[in-house]
Nanobody
Framework: QVQLVESGGGLVQPGGSLRLSCAAS?????????MGWYRQAPGKQRELVAT????GTTYGDSVKGRFTISRDNVMAYLQMNSLKPEDTAVYYC???????????????WGQGTQVTVSS
């Protein structure tokens, strides 16, 4: 089973920057078709932040121009600039692909990392 571990969250002042990282791993060989970041604020539904796949990237409207997603093999990154208090949320990494050991497609989520934007 493909597991994801996020890192890089924390407390930052409005206007500041943070970089989130996500590492995918498994005991067997696997491929990654797409990776993405989603977030969930208290009392709100989980929403798309950004995704990256072979055919390109997508961004949620609220983060366009401020956040940048990138990927390096089994790692995904989210560079967050010009952070606002409304960006405060738990950020979750997602990855989809094929687990060759189990012979199945997977759709995995990380445990989440807290991002708090406050002065």
């Amino acid at each position: 089973q493909v597991q994801l571990v996020e890192s890089g969250g924390g407390l930052v002042q409005p206007g500041g920057s943070l970089r989130l990282s996500c590492a995918a791993s498994a005991r067997s060989m696997f491929s990654v078709t797409a990776m993405g970041w989603y977030r969930q604020a208290p009392g709100k539904q989980r929403e798309l932040v950004a995704t990256i796949a072979n055919d390109g990237t997508t961004y949620g409207d609220s983060v366009k121009g401020r956040f940048t997603i990138s990927r390096d093999n089994v790692m995904a990154y989210l560079q967050m600039n010009s952070l606002k208090p409304e960006d405060t949320a738990v950020y979750y990494c997602n990855a989809r692909g094929s687990d060759y050991g189990l012979g199945v497609r997977y759709d995995s989520w990380g445990q989440g990392t807290q991002v708090t934007v406050s002065s």
